[in-house]
């Protein structure tokens, strides 16, 4: 395999499965959540980052850029974006001296991941944790995650995979025997207000929520993010409550809305569509689920 695309590696987590866990964030997302605090997981591709306030003018990026792309725009610079082919080495990254430049986003291969997350293996000995996958959306890059999968599983590491449910239901059933928690994501019930919130139906979401609750129930955990205004009304949540539920399912982790990923838009020449000062109530929240038999904590 020639590898993949990943944007982070996170060791000592403790909120994406059970345990001590390291987690691997894959770049590529097909949807676009309008709340989502990760843009740099949207493209599949590296990505140039330039965090404006820490830019002293200099130029020296300029010089280094071998396609352009970088302009002086009064005291500062301007990146023409179209230009930029982020990763052809990044020179003008070495150039900054203000770190104001760098890249989103690295190539590597399986077996190199692995070897870093296997460097935590007592911790994961100890605690019960393991390996997560997650994004932008893992199941993007199908054939790269189920060899980390597999890698992991021949060093005897527990693998989690978080998605948002929408891929292929071949890829998912490809997966499934390598994976032993999957942290699935259930926005919305409602066709048209998903499309809406996130650019996409969710009649694949359902069905692949289906697919793996017929298969593997005892390890799937249905995590619902709670957006003010957006995700968080009684009804929405009573539809996912119900629907968990009706397939069996007994767990379900509530996700409350966080701003912390909006500067990162600026940095990647993105707008964010979403802000608020608002917060959701998780306590009123959980009691609709614990209504269903439910099992509801939060993350």
Not at 76 to 103: F, I, Q, Y
Not at 118 to 144: C, H, I, K, M
Not at 193 to 210: F, K, P, S, V, Y
Request: some cysteine.
């Amino acid at each position: 395999m020639t590898g993949g695309v990943l944007f982070d590696v996170q060791h000592y987590a403790v909120h994406d499965g059970p345990g001590i866990r390291t987690l691997v964030f894959l770049k590529g997302c097909p949807l676009r959540c309008v709340w989502c605090c990760n843009p740099e997981s949207h493209s599949a591709a590296p990505q140039l980052r330039h965090r404006a306030t820490l830019c002293r003018g200099c130029r020296r990026c300029a010089g280094a850029c071998p396609a352009g792309a970088i302009t002086r725009a009064g005291e500062r610079v301007r990146l023409d974006r179209a230009r930029c082919p982020a990763d052809c080495g990044a020179p003008c990254v070495d150039a900054c001296v203000e770190s104001a430049l760098g890249v989103v986003g690295e190539r590597a291969a399986a077996a190199s991941v692995i070897a870093r997350v296997a460097a935590d293996l007592p911790f994961y000995r100890n605690s019960g944790g393991g390996l997560t996958v997650s994004g932008g959306e893992p199941f993007a890059q199908p054939a790269y995650l189920r060899e980390l999968l597999r890698d992991a599983r021949g060093r005897g590491i527990h693998t989690a995979v978080e998605t948002c449910g929408q891929a292929a239901p071949d890829d998912v059933l490809a997966a499934e025997p390598l994976v032993d928690l999957f942290l699935f994501d259930l926005k919305l019930v409602d066709a048209r207000r998903h499309r809406e919130l996130t650019g996409a139906g969710n009649e694949r979401i359902l069905a692949n929520l289906r697919l793996l609750a017929a298969r593997a129930p005892a390890r799937v955990v249905v995590r619902v993010p709670l957006v003010p205004g957006l995700t968080d009304g009684a009804a929405d949540l009573a539809a996912a409550a119900d629907l968990v539920a009706a397939l069996g399912l007994r767990e379900v982790h509530l996700q409350p809305y966080h701003p912390l990923g909006r500067d990162k838009y600026a940095a990647l020449g993105m707008t964010c569509a979403f802000a608020t000062a608002a917060a959701s109530d998780p306590a009123a929240a959980a009691r609709i689920f614990a209504a269903r038999g439910l099992t509801c904590g939060l993350t």
